[in-house]
C-alpha cells in the first residue's frame, strides 16, 4: 500500500551514504553519521532530510536532544555494540508520531 509521499533525492544519498558496507575504509566509518532526522516537507507531501547530526562522542544523546517535541520524523540512528569478539553496527529507524 502507497502513502503518496515522496521522497527527496538527498534523504536517499544520506541514507546510503550511513549504511554500513563491508568495503568500508577506517576513515569512511569516522566520517559516518550517527544520527539523521527526516521529516515532512511544509506541504506535507514529501518526506525530506531535516537534520545530519554531527559526529560527537555521545551519538545517542546527540540523538535525542534532536527529537523534536510535537512534530512528526523520522529518525535514523546508526547504533554501535561491542563485546569482546566483536564490534557490530547497525542502522535503526525510527517513527516518531
Do not use: W
Not at 534523504?11 to 554500513?20: E, G, H, P
Not at 566520517?31 to 554531527?54: H, Q, T, W
Request: hydrophobic share 35%; net charge positive; glycine share 4%.
Amino acid at each position: 500500500m502507497a502513502s503518496g509521499l515522496q521522497v527527496a533525492d538527498e534523504v536517499c544519498r544520506i541514507f546510503y551514504d550511513t549504511k554500513v558496507r563491508k568495503c568500508s575504509t577506517p576513515e569512511e566509518i569516522k566520517k559516518r553519521k550517527k544520527v539523521v532526522i527526516f521529516c515532512l516537507s511544509a506541504d506535507k507531501k514529501c518526506i525530506i532530510v531535516e537534520d545530519v547530526g554531527i559526529t560527537v562522542t555521545d551519538p545517542f544523546k546527540h540523538f535525542v536532544g534532536l527529537l523534536p517535541e510535537k512534530d512528526c520524523c523520522y529518525p535514523l540512528y546508526g547504533a554501535t555494540s561491542e563485546t569482546k569478539e566483536s564490534r557490530k553496527e547497525e542502522l535503526v529507524f525510527f517513527f516518531q508520531n
